[in-house]
T-cell receptor
Framework: AQSVTQLDSHVSVSEGTPVLLRCNYS??????LFWYVQHPNKGLQLLLK??????LVKGINGFEAEFKKSETSFHLTKPSAHMSDAAEYFC???????????FGTGTRLLVSP | DTEVTQTPKHLVMGMTNKKSLKCEQH?????MYWYKQKAKKPPELMFV???????INESVPSRFSPECPNSSLLNLHLHALQPEDSALYLC????????????FGDGTRLSIL
């Protein structure tokens, strides 16, 4: 079985400050982990993916995430938030042999000037 | 611009109407998906097609009927929908069905009167 817990439903930051969106996962198999972003009235865009290679994964738009097996975590970070980062972020888990993605409940990132 | 194209972007229909949602990708992906997304919720998987064959139906009511005419196209036929079916319908594709990143379209916003 697989599951994902996004620990914060909302995160508020000021422009130019760091972003941390937290995600814990559970998987009986070697997981593949993804972060997606969804802007209003848009589809989901892949930010980054972990598939058992390097544990520190760099994505688009300055985001990165670190896979920590001992903590079963895959937190998303960015050094400096931009206004355009305001959106909904989903942490997602899957595993080889599974056709489904398992989504977290999402974290809404709010960025103030 | 997304590589998965969905039409129409918006659709308003009555409960007795028949309509279809269309999805197209030209990335050579062999797996395609339909999701339903309600406001402030993660996407919910409806159907998975792998190599043009239906491989997963998540107990979706028969008023939703998927079709995969070829490897690039995916349709969702709608008939006798209910007001609770109003949602954003997302199409996605991936290289194979499995633990791989999915590419999403921008969705069709469906409203049932």
């Amino acid at each position: 079985a697989q599951s994902v817990t996004q620990l914060d439903s909302h995160v508020s930051v000021s422009e130019g400050t760091p972003v941390l969106l937290r995600c814990n996962y559970s998987s009986s198999y070697s997981p593949s982990l993804f972060w997606y972003v969804q802007h209003p009235n848009k589809g989901l865009q892949l930010l980054l993916k972990y598939t058992s290679a390097a544990t520190l994964v760099k994505g688009i738009n300055g985001f990165e995430a670190e896979f920590k097996k001992s903590e079963t975590s895959f937190h998303l970070t960015k050094p400096s938030a931009h206004m355009s980062d305001a959106a909904e972020y989903f942490c997602v888990v899957s595993a080889a042999g599974f056709q489904k993605l398992v989504f977290g409940t999402g974290t809404r990132l709010l960025v103030s000037p | 611009d997304t590589e998965v194209t969905q039409t129409p972007k918006h659709l308003v229909m009555g409960m007795t109407n028949k309509k279809s949602l269309k999805c197209e990708q030209h990335m050579g992906h062999r797996a395609m998906y339909w999701y339903k997304q309600k406001a402030k919720k993660p996407p919910e998987l409806m159907f998975v097609y792998s190599y043009e064959k239906l491989s997963i139906n998540e107990s979706v009511p028969s008023r939703f009927s998927p079709e995969c005419p070829n490897s690039s196209l995916l349709n969702l036929h709608l008939h006798a929908l209910q007001p609770e079916d109003s949602a954003l319908y997302l199409c996605a594709s991936s290289q194979e069905a499995g633990a791989q990143p999915q590419h999403f379209g921008d969705g069709t916003r469906l409203s049932i009167l």
